[in-house]
């Protein structure tokens, strides 16, 4: 179980995250939402040990998040490879690394599901499309089945199609596999149809912790219903009646 | 690839032409009389009017600039680079001497700056701004900043004159080449350093760590296969300029250290207004920048397959 116990971060006077707790269990997602600037970028960076906190403790099972072998999809999704290797050596570089084997059904299922030719996997990521290049870096995250997935607006360079496809996905394998995933998005519509829980982040702090029922029916705080209202507004959420 | 080559073929022959005769332009324009200074080198005297006349055509100075600009460059294409003016040997044979002398040298300097400062940047960046990364800084600014010349008369005056651990003089030996190496290398190593420390630290900014430091993948996977290979690519420009650059430094180095070479070689050929000599010299300093300049671009591809191919 993934928890995150009372943390703040500061960057000189700047209060960059202000006593953030929640915790995710194993096979659960987690979706944070907010504007940018609120600091969701910064609480990746904080459970995966690239910043130390001012306060607060981050755990993986009672040991460090960095132990259990976390994954990242990363928001940018052409700079999140190295330019020069090929996509099929960035994704298996985890499973080499953690000296495991993925048997081919794996791989070709995961490429089938995100809709992914095995052949692109020869190229560089220069050489693909964003969407394309996006679609590997949640093949490179899951591939080697970890325990948790952090995933930094994992479906904002797709289509609306390949969305769906990619969400479900996802959450299949989530199902199968029971990994726990963390999900920072924009995408409210997303966070509503496949979280189990949403946190409102504001200023770095939180603003609310709901179910996405409530947090589409029923939000609590001002900011959470204007920003429901804003995705209602552009039909990214339906209203509730 | 054939379109590079060619690319290349043509860069290279604007680049010869150009030193060519630029070379042989300022030397036919320079002050005083060169046939005077031919017959000074040749004789040690002064000559009469007669004789003076007679190495003047003998060297075709009479036949005017374009004339005799030809008559050099022609044989140059079948690496003809003629005789010289003063000994009336051939260059070739004194060329290949002295690159016998140079070219170790040059490649000591190169070796001495690369065992310096590869260690030392690496333990530079380990804490970027701590105080090794300080003092590595430092000895990189002060390498930099000290004159081969002044280098080189410390040390022999340390380790000849004062200590009499090395010789300082000549180049009889190998230990003969060490104290010209050092002050060669010292120089190299100064400014590979800095560019060593930068690009690691920069290709360790790049901005797709984050997805793979917690995957398990060991710092020296990391290292190796993602960062060594983006620092390389900045360290592998300066270290081709260096190289080509080195073969200048020992003209200063070779002076200093009495040492033969292409330094002394041109040095002499200058004095002595022996214009095949020192074009034959010249050419082959532009020969191997141009050298230089297609294995940096050889090895760019190699590191980078990136470079060289039409946008994605």
């Not at chain 1, 690394?97 to 020869?122: D, F, T, V, W, Y």
């Not at chain 1, 959450?171 to 963390?182: I, S, W």
């Not at chain 1, 204007?226 to 990214?236: H, M, P, S, V």
């Not at chain 2, 060329?95 to 002398?101: M, S, T």
Request: aromatic residues 6%.
């Amino acid at each position: 179980m993934l928890k995150v116990a009372n943390v703040s971060v500061k960057h000189g006077a700047a209060v960059i995250l202000s006593n953030i707790s929640f915790s995710l269990q194993p096979g659960k997602t987690l979706a944070v939402v907010g504007e940018s600037g609120a600091g969701k970028s910064t609480l990746i960076a904080a459970i995966l040990g690239f910043l130390h906190p001012s306060g607060g403790k981050i755990a993986w099972a009672g040991a460090s998040v960095r132990s259990c072998g976390p994954a990242l999809v990363m928001q940018e999704p052409r700079s999140a490879f190295n330019p020069l290797l090929s996509l099929r050596r960035s994704v298996m570089e985890p499973v080499i690394a953690q000296n495991s084997e993925i048997s081919k059904r794996r791989l070709n299922r995961l490429c089938e599901g995100l809709e992914l030719p095995a052949e692109i996997l020869n190229r560089r990521p220069q050489e693909v499309s964003i969407g394309q290049a996006q679609r590997v870096g949640i093949l490179r995250a899951l591939i080697a089945a970890p325990p948790l997935v952090l995933f930094d607006e994992p479906l904002s360079a797709l289509d609306a199609v390949t969305q769906k496809h990619t969400a479900k996905l996802i959450a299949d394998l989530q199902q199968e596999e029971g990994f726990a995933a963390l999900i920072v998005t924009h995408d409210l519509g997303y966070a509503v149809a496949y979280a189990d829980e949403i946190i409102v982040l504001k200023s770095g702090r939180i603003e609310e912790v709901a179910t996405p029922t409530t947090f589409a029916q029923t939000p609590k705080s001002d900011y959470s219903r204007t920003l429901r209202d804003a995705a209602i507004a552009l039909g990214a959420l339906e209203a509730s009646s | 690839m054939i379109k590079d080559l060619l690319g290349f073929m043509l860069r290279a022959a604007v680049v010869l032409t150009g030193t060519a005769f630029i070379t042989f332009a300022l030397l036919w324009n320079a002050p005083g009389d060169p046939a005077q200074a031919i017959a000074m080198a040749r004789y040690d005297a002064l000559l009469t009017e007669e004789v003076i006349a007679l190495i003047r055509e003998e060297a075709g100075l009479n036949a005017g600039f374009w004339a005799a600009f030809f008559s050099w460059v022609g044989p140059l294409v079948v690496l003809d680079f003629g005789r010289s003016a003063v000994s009336g040997q051939e260059v070739l044979p004194s060329l290949l001497a002295a690159i016998f002398y140079t070219f170790p040298l040059a490649m000591a300097g190169l070796a001495v700056g690369t065992i310096i400062s590869l260690p030392l940047a690496i333990l530079a960046t380990k804490k970027p701004g701590g105080l090794f990364d300080r003092i590595a800084i430092a000895i990189a600014s002060l390498g930099a900043a000290i004159p081969a010349y002044w280098l080189g008369l410390l040390l022999i005056l340390f380790f000849a004159v004062q200590t009499g651990w090395l010789p300082a003089m000549g180049a009889r030996t190998p230990t003969h080449a060490i104290l010209p190496a050092l002050t060669l290398g010292l120089g190299v190593a100064a400014s590979l350093t800095r560019i060593i420390r930068s690009g690691i630290l920069e290709a360790r900014r790049q901005p797709f760590l984050p997805a793979i430091k917690r995957r398990g993948v060991s710092s020296k996977a990391i290292g190796r296969d993602h960062v060594a290979p983006h620092a390389a690519i900045p360290v592998v420009t300066l270290f081709g300029l260096e190289l080509a650059f080195l073969l200048e430094g020992t003209v200063m180095v070779e002076v200093i250290f009495g040492r033969p070479g292409l330094g002394t070689l041109l040095v002499t050929a200058i004095e002595t207004r022996d214009f095949p000599l020192v074009q034959a010299v010249v050419i082959l300093t532009a020969l191997v920048f141009v050298t230089v300049n297609l294995a940096i671009d050889i090895v760019y591809r190699l590191i980078d397959p990136r470079i060289g191919e039409p946008d994605a």
